[in-house]
């Protein structure tokens, strides 16, 4: 290793051990678990949500925010979180659960099903801003969590590469959408594509509602 990538692998160090802040603080309360989202913006597909406990002594280098994650380096990501987690868990709510019962309580639907997944129950729950209804425990809602958690970021890490696997399975089915290149979001392109074919099963029929041509 040259002194110049020694350097960059020292600061990666620093900048992964401010984020250990949380689980530092919370150590002494038992278990502690990261929990996040993907999906709740788009108009069409799951929102995801995992949740994920995290050894800290290992060091998933580069870990952040999946949106400050290049995608090369959220599949990296994936595999190594999966691979050295204590446990993980992966819950989503379907299109037609978001439509029923709105996308915020179908993101706490998925969160709950995340939790249900996870080998052992945790004490302490670390969520990307939100207070999960009808979970025991100790909940910590920490504003842009995945900036300032390893293992909130580490959800978000699951939630994203999950959920746009699932995006690009459903582009085979309906490929008129494009659905493997914006994942269900809003863009030109998905827009011109439901004003020229109307939705598909996958679409979230609520956010529609206000769909202009």
């Known amino acids: 290793m040259t002194e110049k990538q020694e350097i960059k692998r020292r600061a990666e160090l620093e900048r992964l051990d401010a984020m250990k ?23 069409a597909g799951p929102v995801v949500a995992a949740a994920v406990i995290l050894p800290l002594d290992h060091d998933f280098l580069y ?23 204590i446990g993980y868990g992966i819950g989503m709510a379907s299109p037609e ?4 019962i709105n996308i915020l309580q179908a993101d706490y639907l998925a969160m709950k099903r995340a939790l249900a997944q996870l080998p052992v129950m945790p004490d302490v729950l670390l969520n990307d801003a939100v207070i999960i209804p009808g979970v025991t425990g100790e909940q910590v809602s920490i504003i842009k969590g995945d900036a300032k958690s390893v293992s909130i970021a580490a959800a978000s890490i699951l ?16 490929p ?27 679409h979230r029929k609520s956010f529609l509602k206000n769909f202009r041509e």
Do not use: W
């Open 21 to 43: 802040q949380f689980e530092r603080e919370y150590a002494s309360h038992g278990v502690i678990c990261g929990i996040d989202e993907a999906g709740r913006g788009p108009l």
């Open 63 to 85: 870990l952040n925010d999946s949106k400050k994650v290049t995608e090369k380096r959220r599949e990296v990501l994936f595999d190594e979180i999966r691979e050295y987690a």
């Open 97 to 100: 659960e978001i439509d029923e």
């Open 159 to 174: 939630a994203k590469v999950t959920r746009d696997r699932i995006m690009v399975s459903y582009d085979d089915m309906y």
């Open 176 to 202: 008129e959408y494009g659905f493997a290149k914006h994942k269900g979001y809003g863009t030109k392109q998905h827009s011109d594509a439901i004003r020229a074919y109307g939705p598909c099963p996958i």
